[in-house]
């Protein structure tokens, strides 16, 4: 269902502005919207992995997931494995959603900081 993209530079057609997307073994974050909600997933971390024919790939295994409510504009946050994902973007898209943006950067650690267990 998901196509990896090969061009650096895209237009969508329901988007009217020019997204640029870094190639990230075709895997993008994306915003995906429904009727109820938007959900956005950011990578959380960017690792590069030594690769036999390309030499160096870039690769993404978590997400950081923020969904915001359409009806009172409540925004819950989670992190996912690269592999639940591309399941829930398969899912959401089978079941009606529509890809809205591509997110290429980090979310702004002001809006969503992890936290971290100090013992």
């Known amino acids: 269902m998901l196509v990896p993209v090969r061009k650096v530079s895209t237009i969508l057609a329901h988007c009217p502005k020019t997204v640029y997307i870094k190639r990230v073994k075709g895997i993008h974050p ?32 978590r997400f950081n997931k ?8 409540a925004k819950s946050y989670s992190t996912v494995t690269a592999l639940t994902a591309r399941n829930e973007w ?6 009606g959603a529509t890809v809205t943006d591509y997110h290429t950067d980090k979310m702004p650690r002001s809006e969503y ?3 971290a267990c100090v013992g």
């Open 30 to 61: 994306m915003q995906i919207s429904n009727s109820i909600c938007v959900v956005d997933f950011f990578p959380e971390a960017f690792i590069a992995e030594s690769d036999e024919v390309k030499g160096m790939k870039v690769v993404v295994k």
């Open 66 to 73: 923020r969904v915001t409510f359409i009806d009172n504009g």
């Open 113 to 115: 900081a992890p936290m």
């Open 90 to 95: 398969a899912e959401r898209i089978a079941s």
